[in-house]
Antibody
């Protein structure tokens, strides 16, 4: 059974960089698939942040691209998200998920999500 | 303002059928596959439908998906109280070069 688990600080100060890691179990990232990050502000809908292939190829939400970096560490079976220059608008539950393929392929396995609050 | 438009809420009685619409354009739904997700309160989204009308293993056939032109529809028959959740459609937008989601629809089973 594929399982994903997000980890990282739950509180980040404005203007700083948000950093999260997703640890995958039950499947080897190096075997394939894309791996993505999606966020959900409190009481609002889903927003795709970006996705990465096991080879390191990435594609990002154009509206966040200038602030986002997604990387993969196949040796640890993890992938990570960095979002720079955060503001209160970046407060959200952040989910990591497996994506069957690139572009509009569905996200078939999701982590439980982690709430990140941006506040001083 | 979401690229894909969904009704904010729908409701129906237990045992009845409900449909949830997702409206887009030729740059997204019109030329790409649509997925549907169910988000029960306090939990992560779960994939219900992919490639417009396919169900992952374990999803009951009470859930169905269809697409026509630039709109997609999720259907749920034999409604149960456990189906109360938020439902989201998602697809690729070729103009934006990104994954887009609808704003979500809250289903209430009266």
């Amino acid at each position: 059974q594929v399982q994903l688990q997000e980890s990282g600080p739950g509180l980040v100060k404005p203007s700083e960089t948000l950093s999260l890691t997703c640890t995958v179990s039950g499947y080897s990232i190096s075997s394939g698939y894309y791996w993505g990050w999606i966020r959900q502000p409190p009481g609002k809908g889903l927003e795709w942040i970006g996705s990465i292939y096991h080879s390191g190829s990435t594609y990002y939400n154009p509206s966040l691209k200038s602030r986002v970096t997604i990387s993969v560490d196949t040796s640890k079976n993890q992938f990570s998200l960095k979002l720079s220059s955060v503001t209160a608008a970046d407060t959200a539950v952040y989910y990591c998920a497996r994506q069957e393929g690139g572009s509009g392929s569905p996200f078939d396995y999701w982590g439980q999500g982690t709430l990140v609050t941006v506040s001083s | 303002q979401s690229v894909l438009t969904q009704p904010p809420s729908v409701s129906a009685a237990p045992g009845q059928k409900v449909t949830i619409s997702c409206s887009g354009s030729s740059s997204n739904i019109g030329n790409n596959y649509v997925s549907w997700y169910q988000q029960l309160p306090g939990t992560a989204p779960k994939l219900l439908i992919y490639e417009n009308n396919k169900r992952p293993s374990g999803i009951p056939d009470r859930f169905s998906g269809s697409k026509s032109g630039t709109s997609a529809t999720l259907g749920i028959t034999g409604l149960q109280t456990g189906d109360e959740a938020d439902y989201y459609c998602g697809t690729w937008d070729s103009s934006l070069s990104g994954v887009v989601f609808g704003g979500g629809t809250k289903l209430t089973v009266l």
